[in-house]
Nanobody
């Protein structure tokens, strides 16, 4: 199955931007829908954004709508999460995940995803 490695996390001030990347290896990347999730300390993992195999359909959580954008480059085996206007409440470990099922929309439930990366820390200071 595919292996996933996230990068791009770090410390940023509120109002700033970061772009996370998740590079896949091992299988055909375009056979997977991709998602981003996050987990803050003491909280459950939550859906952030998802994108279908071709990139033709995306969805984002209401909490990040208008601020975060998901995209993918199948030629580069990479999915991105552009995060703008960051808030302290965006602080979390961010994970990318891959779903082999063919769906019209990317799933927003973590149990739908088959493979997970190790996560990258995003910290937003006030």
């Amino acid at each position: 199955q595919v292996q996933l490695v996230e990068s791009g996390g770090g410390l940023v001030q509120a109002g700033g931007s970061l772009r996370l990347s998740c590079i896949a290896s091992g299988r055909t990347f375009s056979n997977y829908a991709m998602g981003w999730f996050r987990q803050a300390p003491g909280k459950e993992r939550e859906f952030v954004a998802g994108i279908t195999r071709s990139g033709g359909s995306t969805r984002v959580a209401d909490s990040v709508k208008g601020r975060f954008t998901i995209s993918r480059g199948n030629a580069k085996n990479t999915v991105y999460l552009q995060m703008n206007s960051l808030k302290p409440e965006d602080t979390a470990v961010y994970y990318c995940a891959a779903d082999v099922k063919l769906m019209r929309q990317p799933p927003d439930r973590d149990y739908e995803y088959d493979v997970w990366g190790q996560g990258t820390q995003v910290t937003v200071s006030s």
